[in-house]
């Protein structure tokens, strides 16, 4: 085995003009290259290929979608290096939890206080303390602050929240007469509208009243009050057709249902609306108001 032992010396000049010999090794200081001669190639071949060598601007890295469990990879024709990053399945990790049951779950709190709830009060316990302070149990309902009332009486409330103890009404569970009220939207001369009135799913009607001249029809559904909107004044309607009453006034005006009518709703499930048709006939542009008296007959 043998080794040269090389010695750069520098030479004036442009290394291209120079036939190195073979052996021959130079550095030009222009592009920092190192070239070596053979004997027949001016200016020497470039150490490292004859593409000039590798630069920095020769090796790129780009990466790709992330795939599997992830690789580096090295393009030697084109110097690119590819990193593609690994994808969460392709490491192992979960990429969606698997549905649970309660029943699945470990380690569950066996307390209510376990659960993070200070003040409620445990099955079996007879300790009320709460984050309100002591409290108690209601056993009687003097204990909710309602007074107590006397025997056969009712307990009735206002609606907001008050509780009263009162003799009940006539002892025989029968209704009053009550008024349901309702009013059209502004209707010019002749023109008819649907109106809903909250009344009771069935009813007994005792007067219909306007407060000024109108054509008043009360139906079973708002189905029959469609149908019979066509209904020209004076003609009956058929016996099926769900038509309550009917009534025309002049004016301001009651008009007294003798025999009373009997009136529900037939909507399934039945409501408390009542489907009417009022017709304008006050000879101008008005609202209309319709009151209706009428005795409840189904809660």
Do not use: W
């Not at 030009?28 to 490292?48: A, C, P, Q």
């Not at 307990?155 to 009550?178: E, K, P, V």
């Not at 909507?267 to 101008?284: Q, Y």
């Amino acid at each position: 085995m043998a080794f040269r032992k090389l010695f750069f010396k520098r030479v004036q000049g442009i290394r291209d003009n120079y036939l190195l010999q073979e052996g021959d090794i130079a550095l030009d200081e222009d592009d920092f290259k190192l070239y070596r001669g053979d004997g027949s190639t001016t200016g020497g071949v470039v150490i490292g290929g004859a593409g000039g060598g590798i630069a920095l601007t020769d090796i790129s890295v780009t990466q790709a979608s992330a795939s599997g469990a992830g690789t580096l990879a090295y393009n030697s024709s084109t110097g690119v290096i590819t990193y593609t990053p690994p994808t969460a399945s392709g490491l192992g990790a979960l990429t969606s939890v698997p549905a649970q049951t309660f029943a699945s779950l470990t380690s569950k709190p066996t307390t209510i206080a376990g659960y993070g709830i200070a003040d409620a009060l445990e099955l079996g316990t007879t300790s009320t303390t709460a984050l309100a302070g002591n409290t108690s149990i209601p056993s009687v309902l003097t204990d909710l602050g309602i007074s107590d009332g006397t025997n056969s009486q009712v307990l009735t409330t206002n609606g907001s929240g008050t509780f009263t103890f009162q003799d009940a009404s006539g002892g025989s569970g029968l209704q009053s007469r009550s008024t349901s009220t309702g009013t059209t939207g502004s209707l010019a001369d002749a023109a008819q509208a649907d109106l809903d009135i909250t009344g009771f799913k069935s009813y007994l009607l005792a007067t219909i009243t306007t407060n000024r001249a109108a054509r008043v029809r009360l139906y079973t559904t708002a189905a029959a009050r469609t149908a019979d909107a066509s209904r020209a004044e004076g003609t009956d309607p058929a016996a099926d057709a769900g038509v309550i009453a009917e009534v025309i006034t002049t004016g301001s005006e009651t008009v007294t249902i003798s025999p009373g009518a009997l009136g529900f709703n037939l909507e399934g499930p039945p409501t408390t609306t009542i489907p009417c048709r009022v017709t304008n006939k006050s000879g101008g542009t008005n609202t209309v108001q319709v009151l209706l008296h009428v005795v409840q007959l189904e809660s």
